[in-house]
């Protein structure tokens, strides 16, 4: 039989019109030209991110700052009459050593005499104090630069007076960076008396300042530092007090929760349809689980822009207690046709096919893997240590993956497991999803902070067959933020 | 006619994402796939399908053909068998359930097969279910072994033996089925027609 149906079949040619195919194929292939190739998406995150990392580096070097720093320190430093941008950084640090031998009484009247125009005074008990302490070195004309690259180099740029820093605050016009425990600009115009007499018991410090403009100075941070000055033991106050945040951060999480199926039948015959319908309220969502890992920028603001590589999985049981409808050929059931064709009786088989009726329980045990990428807007409302942060987004996802066990349970009572076929896959029809949530975010250490979540997520669309289906998850879940690298 | 030169030149053609070439080219194959897509599918409008996927497959991923690797017609007729494999398994959910094992029990119906013609073996093929169909096919004119076929399908090479021998069962059962009806009828009749 096989000798002869393999011969037969060899040679064989089917009468058929292979030009009814031409009109498909062309616009098959015409319209596949035109497919936005969605990988490029990709690339948008990647784009947005570098964008924004550009932008901030711009925002923490401006040169005016430089300027106008310079330009107050030249009026601290008039023995030497030179600007601070025409010296160069080795000759920078001879200077310094060299201010250090200066005489530490001249220094204080020189002091004196530079803080009387700008209305400030020092009492005899800070000069006291302040001539026990090395003021040389925190009056260096060379400190009181706030260039980055001074801050760096120098070692003695770290260490900032009082002097120093309240100087360059309230003399100068601040353009830097604003650091997070600033407040919102604000001008005082008016004379303004500062008494830290609660600072302690001989440590007096009143200050007073005529017709400064203030901006952007966060006067109870500085009371703060004064005070932890004086506490700690003459040590003056670093300028790192003040620093900001780096706003790149990687953030990992992981959240679970409940997922609802949406599928939609495309099929006109309306029992079969039926039939599906009803067969999905024995559907049951197991779990749909997350996790993530974040890269972000956080901008001071409050908005922040983060995409993520994200690992999803759901898990759904389908227990289909019904009676199931098999279509078979059965030989001995089979029916046949005879047509009669003038004086020739041929018998032609039967097209039609045998239904069986039987009972049995299907259980689908289902797992769909996605591997996506979300992008995401979020704003930060703070609410005193605590920042509640929602956000939405669109997720791109560029693979997916089935698995799915079936277990038979036939009338007899005769069980069976079986693995479906890995190649059974289904088809992503668009590979745009959606995702929103809520953060809840608290600062465990300066660089770490720990956040809880809840996420609504909307899967792309799923094809197979006549099945189309969607799904909807809300999960909980929590994580972590770290900021990366250190402070400006 | 076929030259290798004029083949060549299609092909060419076609990485440019000709429609003439494309044209020229599927009419050149079209009638070559349809005799292996005919004996894969339960009807003709299946293997009309079954052929256009070919062709657009085939069409998309002309940039990776290489010609030194083998004929076009072979390449074309394995793309059809595995385009009919993945059509298969997104249609049906569950394939080759369990290893059922008939009795390879052949009668002498000898008499009886040789008088088939082709088109009465397509119609027998097509009345036999997809997984029996599929096998028969790899197994009986493609000529593959168990081995490979399990390979290909992804299954155990004694399902796909037990899957032959059913596919065998039920070709012997119909024609035996049909030709002592049509004794019954015409008791002069010699089997020509199934």
Redesign the interface.
Known sequence: ??E???N???N???D?N?????G???Q???T??NIFDWKWLLLLPLLLLVTCWGWNSLQIQPISTTSTYTEKYTVLNKKENKSIQNIPADQNKTNTKNSLKLNKLETINEIKTELNPLGITLNQELKNRTSKTNINQTLSPHASVLTDSSRTNSPISKEHSLKDSFLLKTATTRQTEIPDNVHTTSELNSNLALNLNTIGKSDTYPISISSLKLQQFDLINEQKNLQSFINTGDKFPRISKVKTKNPFYVSVSGDIGYFYRNSIFNTNNEEFAKQLENNKKTENSLFAATTNIYIGYQHRSGFSLQFSIAYSEIKEVFNYKKTTTET??D??D?V?Y?IIDNMD?????DTSKTVRTTERTVK?FNKHTFYSIPLQVGYQFAWRKAKLIPRIGLSYTYRHNFK?R?N?IYENGRN?F?E?????RFDLKNRIGIEAGLNLEYPLLKQCHVFAMATYRRSPKLT??ITEQRYHSLSLGAGFKFFLGKSN | MRSKTKIKKLIKNCKK?E?SA??EL??LF??DM??IA??YSKD?SS??DL??ET??TF??KIDQYDENKGALGALLSKILINNS??EY???Q???F??EEVFLDQ?SN??SV??T???ED????LQ???HGCRIIFNLK??EGYSHNEIGELL?ITPSASRSQLTRA?K?????IN??SS??KR??PNYKSK??
């Open positions: 039989m096989e002869h149906f393999k037969k079949l060899k064989h040619k089917v058929w292979k030009e009814e195919l031409l498909n194929l062309k098959e292939l015409t596949n030209k078979f050929l030989p001995k089979e046949l005879f009786t041929s018998f032609v088989m689908h799915g079936t038979i069976e079986l479906e076929n890995p190649e059974l197979l067959g | 994402q429609w494309q044209k599927y009419l079209a009638d349809m005799s005919i004996r003709l293997a009309k052929v256009q062709f657009l069409f998309k494999f993945v398994r997104k249609n959910r569950i394939i359930t369990g052949f119906e000898t097969i040789e088939l013609e082709a073996i397509l119609n027998l009345k036999l279910p009986v004119i992804e065998k039920l070709l012997r059962d119909m089925k049909s009806i049509e009828i015409n027609r199934v």
